[in-house]
């Protein structure tokens, strides 16, 4: 399940996140029963990712026989139909409004939908008079979890095995998005999804078919969950890391 390297584009919509809440403690947020194949970390030694990027492997909530999981996904969902999984680093994002509909995302809307943590956020703002954008780190007031709603998939290689003789698999994700709020808008024309805890078990839930009542779930959060300061230009670069990245920073001024 090892994702595939790739520079992402700093304006992409909900092209970049921070991850740095430690495995063990996501579990308890979400009330997850497992971590999937993936043993916990040490809360003491656990070290965030300041700047995910697509094609990199994300923590993901999910449900699977009637237990909730987590587990690392590769960001960039692969159709089980792909010939070719790098299909993948085009479909980070899926638009709310087309889910039903979208080849892509109809089959996992209806049956493998997700939850991504984040502890923020990234947005790239235009600045008058400058060719750079000014990068935003946006987060929840409260400090808390951003639940970011997804969809997931399982793409199979019949063409390599894994150890135990089987076809390797590859478990792949994508972020929802929706118009954005009035903060957000004045940044991007998109925002990702945010569950609010009351929603997390009807979206988890694989039994629920009931799509138009699932597609009212997939609205902006209000406005003033939400904070947002600028940071500095060094998180373009996705080999930068750290939690300085998220420090406020003098913006670029217009002129």
């Known amino acids: 399940r090892s994702p595939a390297t790739f520079l ?19 579990a308890r947020f979400f ?10 970390d040490p809360e003491d030694r656990y ?38 999984p790098l299909i993948g680093s085009k479909m980070i994002n899926a638009r709310a409004e087309t889910l039903a509909e979208k080849h892509s995302f109809k089959r996992s809307f209806a049956t493998r939908r997700c939850i991504i943590p984040a502890d923020g956020f990234y947005e790239w703002k235009k600045v008058e008079g400058h060719k750079r954008k000014q990068p935003m780190f946006l987060a929840m007031i409260d400090g808390s979890l951003f639940a970011f709603a997804g969809l997931w998939e399982v793409w199979t290689n019949e063409h390599e095995l894994d150890d135990a003789g089987e076809p390797l698999q590859l478990f792949s994700c994508t972020i929802v998005t929706c118009e954005p709020n009035d903060k957000i808008a004045d940044v991007h024309d998109r925002m990702p999804v945010m569950l609010p805890p009351d929603t997390w ?54 002129g």
Request: proline share 8%; glycine share 8%.
């Open 31 to 40: 009330g997850v029963s497992s971590l999937a194949g993936m043993p916990g």
């Open 8 to 26: 992402a584009a700093p304006d992409r919509m909900c092209g970049r996140y921070v991850s740095a809440t430690s495995p063990d403690q996501l």
């Open 47 to 84: 070290v965030g990712n300041y700047n995910v990027a697509p094609t990199q492997g994300v923590f993901t909530v999910y449900e699977s026989h009637g237990e909730r999981l987590l587990d690392r996904f590769h960001w960039g969902l692969v159709p089980f139909w792909a010939k070719d």
């Open 201 to 254: 078990d009807t979206w988890l839930d694989r039994e629920n078919c009931d799509l138009e009542a699932l597609q009212e779930l997939l609205v902006p959060s209000p406005s003033g969950l939400i904070r947002m300061h600028p940071v500095s230009t060094e998180v373009n670069n996705v080999r930068n890391n750290g939690p300085y990245l998220v420090d406020e920073a003098e913006p670029v001024t217009s």
